[in-house]
Structure formats: structure tokens, C-alpha cells
């Protein structure tokens, strides 16, 4: 990948993001006024505890969710401007997910869950880039497989390559690796990693782990749904000293 030297460009950014659930003595903030940008071609991390505002944020940004108030951005597209139709192939044409429940469907193998949002797009597979995305996630002995006869972090790497495989312009993943063992996890954040340093993906990344979180280039830091704190460079020690830091002052993201 070539080095651009010109002004790095947003893949994502939210200006005074407001999110809020019920009216009255049942009113809840998710989101108190969020504005931040994510930068294409770097993998950020989300974090904070339950109810910090770290999913509903990424949903906003996603558009799984619509927001109270505020702009959502995707690239130079805003979200509150799209009717459905638009909505529908925005999420489908532009952003990619990958949910920590793996979400591919049973019936199908893993080559025809990795290509079916292409498959229902109506576009062409990039033959070339499918081999480089299936090398570099490690199933080509995999693909005529389905889902039961995979492994948990086999099945995850297959819905990273799924999000690939499109091309997006961002991905945002809600905690890929809840549900996998150590080993597999550290494949698929390994993966995520080379995806940005090698293709230039932009990755948005909820998480609870300092260890998933290391692998990242930048760390949000979420309590009572505004952002608090961010580091760049992280490592799981230096996210983990924070997150104390927090506790201190009865902040626990």
C-alpha cells in the first residue's frame, strides 16, 4: 500500500451524537452530546462499562440505530438525510460488521457466507482480493464447510472475511471475541491488525478487554455516554492502569 501524505481522511465521525431512551422519571442518556471522528485507515477501540453508551454509539454510527439528535457521518454521507432504501444500501455497500455472535447462516458454507452480501448486492467478487482475504483469515481448507463444522474462532474469521470481502468503507465490530477462547481471539484481533496495516481497512471496535484493546491504534474511553478519555498507542498494561484511574474517581469504563 502506498503512503498518501496528504491530510488523512474521516471514514466515520458523529458531531453532538444524543441518544435518549423514554420520557420523565424514565428518561435515560445513552449518548450526552458525542462528537468524535474516526479516521480512515486506523483501528479504534471503544470502551466502558455496561451501560456506558459504547454500544448504542456504535449502533448510531452503524446505522442499526437512529439518534435523538445530532450527525452521523459516514464519510461525506449524512445518515439523517437517507430514507430506508438508502439507509439499507448504505449499511450494505459501505460498512461491514462483525457481531460476537458470529451471525452466518446455517445452511450455508463458509465460502457462500463469506460472499453473500455480495451474493445479494448483485456484484461481482473481486476474485484476486477473495484469495488475499481467504489467505490472510486462513480457511481455504474451510470454505466448502458450514458453519456446526467449524470452530468458534473458525466461524468468527469467516464473518471478519465476510466483512472484508465487500470492500467497506469502515467496519465496526461489537466485541468479536466475547465468545472465543484466548487462542482464537488472538487470531482474529491478529487478522483485524493486518487488515489495517495491509488492505488500510478502518475499524471501529467495542470492547471490554485490555488484551483486544492493545491491538488497536487509538482507545475511546465511554462512561455515562460522552467520551472521557482516549489513548493512542495503547497497550494492555497502559489501557488497564487507566481503567484504575477511572475506578478512582467512581468512572469505570
Known amino acids: 500500500m502506498t503512503t498518501d501524505t496528504s491530510s488523512p481522511r474521516t471514514a466515520a465521525r458523529a458531531v453532538d451524537l444524543a441518544k435518549i431512551y423514554g420520557t420523565g422519571d424514565t428518561k435515560v442518556v445513552a449518548l450526552g452530546g458525542v462528537t468524535v471522528e474516526f479516521t480512515a485507515g486506523r483501528y479504534t477501540a471503544i470502551m466502558g462499562p455496561s451501560g456506558s453508551g ?45 457481531f460476537q455472535a458470529f451471525n452466518l447462516v446455517p445452511t450455508l458454507t463458509a465460502r457462500e457466507n ?25 480457511l481455504a481448507d474451510r470454505l466448502g464447510h458450514k458453519p456446526n463444522q467449524l470452530s468458534g474462532g473458525q466461524q468468527q474469521r469467516v464473518a471478519c472475511a465476510r466483512a472484508l470481502v465487500s470492500q467497506p468503507e469502515i467496519i465496526f465490530a461489537d466485541e468479536p471475541t466475547g465468545n472465543l477462547d484466548s487462542r482464537s481471539g488472538t487470531e ?27 491491538y488497536s491504534d487509538r482507545v475511546l474511553f465511554l462512561a455515562d455516554g460522552r467520551i472521557v478519555d482516549e489513548m493512542t498507542d495503547p497497550t494492555a498494561e497502559k489501557v488497564l492502569e487507566r481503567m484504575k484511574g477511572f475506578d478512582a474517581v467512581g468512572q469505570h469504563p
Do not use: Y
Not at 437512529?66 to 457521518?73: A, H, K, W
Not at 463469506?114 to 486462513?138: E, S
Open 54 to 98: 459504547k454500544s448504542t454509539l456504535m449502533h448510531c454510527m452503524a446505522a442499526l440505530d437512529s439518534s435523538t439528535s445530532g450527525q452521523v457521518f459516514i464519510g461525506d454521507t449524512e445518515l439523517s438525510e437517507l430514507d430506508d432504501r438508502e439507509l439499507t444500501r448504505l449499511r450494505r455497500d459501505k460498512i461491514g460488521f462483525i
Open 114 to 138: 463469506i460472499t453473500l452480501p455480495l451474493d445479494i448486492a448483485g456484484r461481482d467478487i473481486d476474485k484476486d482480493w477473495f484469495d488475499t482475504v481467504i489467505a490472510t483469515v486462513g
Open 188 to 214: 482474529v484481533l491478529s487478522f483485524l491488525r493486518r487488515s489495517v496495516r495491509e488492505f488500510g481497512q478502518t475499524i471501529v471496535m467495542v470492547t471490554h478487554d485490555p488484551n483486544a484493546a492493545a
